[in-house]
């Protein structure tokens, strides 16, 4: 009975890993992508990261006032 406890917890351990692998590496790949377009911004276009930041914050406005509206 002891066996097989231990067994199933090393099973769902080795699972509970593996998916944390999965979700670090998305992350870190999504944050890499993210800081690309930045810098592609930044250094092409001249448009420096606190514009895009406001950019992506009145546009956040914009969906809030769409969705109070309903």
Do not use: C, H, P
Not at 15 to 20: A, E, G, I, R
Not at 48 to 58: C, M, N, S
């Amino acid at each position: 009975m002891n066996l097989i406890l231990v067994a199933a917890a090393i099973v769902i351990s080795v699972l509970v890993f593996t998916w944390l692998v999965k979700v670090v590496k998305a992350t870190v790949s999504t944050a890499l992508v993210i800081a690309a377009i930045v810098l592609v911004m930044q250094f092409v276009f001249g448009i420096g990261a606190d514009k895009l930041i406001q950019q992506v914050w009145e546009f956040g406005q914009y969906l809030w006032q769409m969705v109070i509206k309903r």
